[in-house]
């Protein structure tokens, strides 16, 4: 009966979840962020922290949106956990210093006691990025408790075994000789009028959608939903970053992977045009071939895209549906786009995108 359910309400499920995710407002937006960016400037250790990148050689990495849960039908972290906890054993040993971009529980869906019973692994492996004074862990809209709960403070430090303070933002300084360069990291819900402390949507997730999405068992976070087409609200997040001089923008929250203001179909999409260009056809059919099931947006794609600044990056997610999950890498000078999937049972690394530091800011 389930599949039959699956079946029947899939496209609908996966239209609304598109539909009512969010509704951005510009102006909003641009106010939050500025007023953020401003106080963690102004005012460190309140609201966000400035943290050198040389405290930590250069090293990052920015994962965001586990939506970690009770490992129920209507928990998106369950696939992703195994790539999950191999990334975080790298990062740990090779030194990272590890921001948590928010969204980080699921806590809309869930009590916290449901989230900590069931992810003590997961716990333990962020632990020992704490223990190492190398980890800062953001809040977004879907764990906002972090941030206006009185006993939140305690909560951290019984799940993290040692005291933790949670941020709204955090900003990364590097020093690259002739110029310094700000990367300014939050998780992206600010001014998101659905999104943002708004009562209703909690209500309608935690009474409705969660118990509804848990008997179909139906991920809405597929990368084919997530990569292709740009939302407004990075459309916005790109804008605002395009306005800052010498300042780069990471957010999450949109669970769409965006790498020097594109996406994965506008990179593609660039790569073509420059193996045309190049009478390069092995590589003109390899890209076709991965845009198959896509080539219609590929065809119709906004030629706009080629004006963009790189100056705007989002983390993806960890929780896509097929087990993978994407991040943001900052080191030696790079910073880089890197998906973490499974190959024969085993988890790796791939490198999707990368770019030199001195070549954002503009």
């Known amino acids: 009966m389930r599949k039959f359910f699956q079946y029947l309400f899939r496209r ?209 976070n597929e990368p084919s939903n997530n990569e292709y087409k740009k939302t407004v609200h990075n459309e916005i997040m790109y804008e605002w970053a395009s306005t800052q001089k010498n300042t780069a923008l990471i957010t999450g929250h949109t669970h769409q992977p965006v790498f020097e203001s594109l996406t994965h179909i506008e990179r593609l999409n660039r790569q073509w045009f420059y193996a045309k260009e190049k009478n390069d056809q092995d590589t003109v059919n390899k890209i076709y071939d991965e845009v198959k099931l896509y080539r219609n947006r590929f065809d119709t794609i906004e030629l706009d895209y080629a004006k963009y600044s790189p100056n705007y990056f989002n983390t993806g997610c960890c929780c896509f549906s097929d087990g993978d999950i994407t991040g943001i890498e900052i080191e030696d000078g790079f910073i880089r786009l890197i998906k973490w999937e499974q190959d024969e049972g085993q988890s790796k690394r791939i490198l999707l995108e990368e770019k030199a530091l001195s070549e954002l800011g503009s």
């Open 12 to 220: 609908p499920v996966l239209w609304l979840s598109y539909k009512f995710d969010s509704k951005p407002d510009k102006e909003r937006i641009y106010n939050a962020l500025t007023e953020l960016f401003n106080k963690i400037i102004e005012d460190p250790g309140k609201k966000g922290l400035v943290i050198p990148a040389a405290d930590y050689a250069g090293k990052f990495i920015i994962f965001s949106d586990q939506h970690k849960g009770r490992r129920n039908g209507a928990d998106d972290f369950t696939n992703a956990e195994p790539n999950y906890l191999a990334a975080l054993d790298h990062y740990y040993k090779n030194d990272f210093c590890f921001i948590n971009l928010g969204d980080c529980e699921e806590l809309w869906e869930n009590t916290l006691p449901q989230v900590k019973k069931h992810n003590v692994n997961v716990f333990a492996a962020e632990k020992l990025f704490l223990l190492k004074n190398a980890y800062y862990k953001i809040f977004g809209n879907h764990d906002l408790y972090w941030a206006n709960d009185p006993l939140a403070a305690i909560e951290l430090e019984t799940v993290y075994g040692e005291k933790l303070k949670i941020y709204e933002g955090a900003i990364i300084t590097i020093d690259l000789g002739e110029k310094s360069l700000q990367i300014f990291c939050t998780h992206g819900h600010q001014g998101d009028a659905r999104s943002d402390g708004n009562w209703f949507t909690k209500f309608f997730v935690a009474r409705i959608w969660a118990p509804f999405q848990a008997y179909l068992r139906i991920n809405t």
